[in-house]
């Protein structure tokens, strides 16, 4: 009898540093959704406080995780440490995946751009390399510096990743304009794969009120505390409301991230200390417990070059949540939120805090703002999409078997 030949499963490579797989939300969600679309999937990814093993199976996704020397504060100097370190894991693990059986595609998250240096040796065997574009990273840079030489330099390593990229996954319409333009893609090699939370993995829970001290009402802020995060513009925010005599409600920054101890400092310089409460990084029960207690979802990222064009995940999370959102008036989070956001009338810690303000007093408003939220994270916020326009770009990559 002949033998009955099985095609073999598709099978890709997802490489991310930003955080360690489960914790970077979007990128498990990525892994899960290829999963069930038949795709053996495996995860090259850094280690981190609550992932420290080197390699484990999870819901049948292989990870496989490395060390750092040290997250990159110090400069450029610290920057080049770090991204060359993780090159040499991911090149050193990419090497034992591919010992133990080939794989189709090479999917890489940036930051940093240049995760394409360690992909390139496998393009000579015929894997097909995936670009997804998380962040702008020459826009996040030029937030914070201008435009130096080091600007210049990301901008050529973001058109090196392009150019090697058999497909780009752009994580809203501005990112995919740039690919199209700045990276002289076509548009069937760029498809949008926004980073929407999955609505079923949210959890309804029972609000702990120990973070509001005592107060009225909360403003909360979920996210990494970077430096371009507008942090400083919600301590100012907050200061000239308290200056004001509002005094019956409670900041709580939900978070960890280089920029944590230079807010500190910012608490204390303004005297503040008591009107803010600072948790930390948080997941798991006492996540969702501390979100519950929201009762106004702030996003104080300013106005720049990076801010203006990305989708912040917390416009996807506070409204799935049904928290009313006060923020800029950002290309990207306008885009997306439309009325249901409260608005700055200017891009100055005054317009928030005159946004806050309005939020804090009008407890109609809160509600409004509330229902309107929830009902734009039902209608067009669907994780569902996501993971089909991701499939769909993955299916066109390779033919099956």
Known sequence: MPRTLVPRRRACVIIVE????????????????????????????????????????????????HGLPLEARGGLAGYAL???????????????????GRFDVIHACNPPDVIFLVAAPFKLFG???????????????????GRTLTHRMLLLFEKLSFKMADHVLASNETFREIALERGGKSPEQVSVVHTIPDALHLKVAEPDRTA??????????????????????????????????????????????????SLREKIETADLTALFTLTGYLSGASLWAHLADFDVGVIPDPRNAFNDKISMNKVFEYSALGIPIVSYRLKETSRLLG?????APDDTPAGLADALREMLQNDDLRKKKAKQALAVA????????????????????????
């Open 339 to 343: 009325d249901a956001g409260a608005y």
């Open 127 to 145: 894997v097909r390399f995936v670009f997804d574009q998380h962040d702008l990273s020459p826009e996040l840079y030029e937030s914070r510096f």
């Open 212 to 261: 509001r001290r005592g107060k009225r009402l909360v403003v909360g802020y979920l996210g990494i505390i970077g430096f371009q995060d507008g942090l400083d513009h919600l301590v100012e925010a907050a200061a000239r409301l308290h200056t004001e005599g509002l005094t019956d409600f409670q900041v709580v920054i939900i978070g960890d991230g280089p920029a944590l101890e």
């Open 18 to 65: 930003n955080l360690p797989v489960p914790f970077d939300r979007h990128v498990w969600q990525q892994a899960l959704a290829l999963r069930d679309a038949d795709w053996a999937v495996t995860v090259i990814c850094p280690k981190g406080p609550s992932a420290q093993l080197k390699h484990e199976r999870l819901e049948g996704i292989e990870i496989y995780r």
């Open 82 to 100: 770090e991204y060359g370190a993780a090159l040499f894991h991911e090149l050193r693990l990419l090497i034992r995946v591919a010992l133990k």
């Open 378 to 401: 039902r209608e067009k916020f669907v994780w569902a999409r996501e993971a089909s326009s991701l499939v769909a770009a993955y299916d066109r990559l390779k033919p099956p078997g």
